[in-house]
């Protein structure tokens, strides 16, 4: 096809400041930016991650590094709360050499908490990072601003996460903040026992703004910082 295969002027540099913007766009949201990012800088790039439905987590749907194939896995926006963590214990098995890393939020890991006696059970050695911020933090925040603040059955009374694990024979552990977190995520890679890491953390604001940007009809108008 001569007439098609013609030769055209490098476009590297006007993609790579594409990606530079994207990417500063991207670290703007705090701190679920930071979050992610020292997910990705403490574990190994063949690591699997097991995305969830939580601030953290829409987040790393678009703004997350991927290094090998079928190393990142989504349901995508397909309202599967819950599915994560047992989804995650499946992809150990199925791959015991590699590290397989569950990021949770703390209503969507209550809807197979009990699979930590599996985890136990078995010796699976997940590694299953909790956010916890003692509410269904997404749909709280559409209350806020698509329903005037009406809030109603979004606030949780949870556990002590890390307790919680090591009463199922888990370990369990806490963060608090990135470094925190890049910190518990680090120890608990030197070993190969079954973990839970519980990050407490506030309202965070929600990414889906910034994923829906060109959108400006509620409640994708939401401030995302």
Not at 13 to 37: H, K
Not at 141 to 159: C, S, V, W
Not at 161 to 182: I, Q, S, T, W
Not at 185 to 213: H, K, Y
Request: contains cysteine; proline residues 7%.
């Amino acid at each position: 096809m001569p007439r098609y295969n013609r030769k055209r002027a490098s476009r590297q540099e006007e993609l790579t400041a594409l990606q530079e913007r994207i990417d500063d766009r991207l670290f703007e949201v705090q701190p679920i930016a930071s979050y992610a990012l020292a997910i990705r800088e403490s574990i190994p790039d063949d690591a699997i991650v097991v995305n969830e439905f939580t601030q953290v987590g829409y987040w790393s749907s678009v703004g997350f590094p991927v290094y090998e194939p079928r190393t990142f896995l989504t349901s995508g926006y397909q309202g599967t709360l819950g599915y994560g963590f047992a989804t995650a214990l499946g992809a150990q098995v199925g791959n015991p050499e590699k590290r397989v890393i569950s990021i949770n939020g703390d209503g969507g890991f209550m809807y197979n908490v009990q699979e930590l006696s599996t985890m136990a059970q078995h010796n699976i050695p997940v590694i299953a990072i909790v956010f916890n911020d003692n509410a269904y933090g997404n749909v709280r925040l559409f209350q806020k601003y698509a329903f005037e603040g009406r809030f109603i059955a979004t606030d949780l009374h949870n556990p002590d996460f890390a307790k919680l694990a090591e009463l199922f024979g888990v370990e369990g552990r806490r963060a608090e903040g990135p470094e925190g977190l890049r910190t518990a995520l680090r120890e608990a890679l030197r070993t190969d026992r079954p973990t839970v890491i519980e990050v407490p953390v506030g309202e965070m604001a929600s990414p889906l703004p910034l994923l829906m940007q060109g959108v400006t009809s509620p409640p994708w108008n939401w401030p995302c910082e």
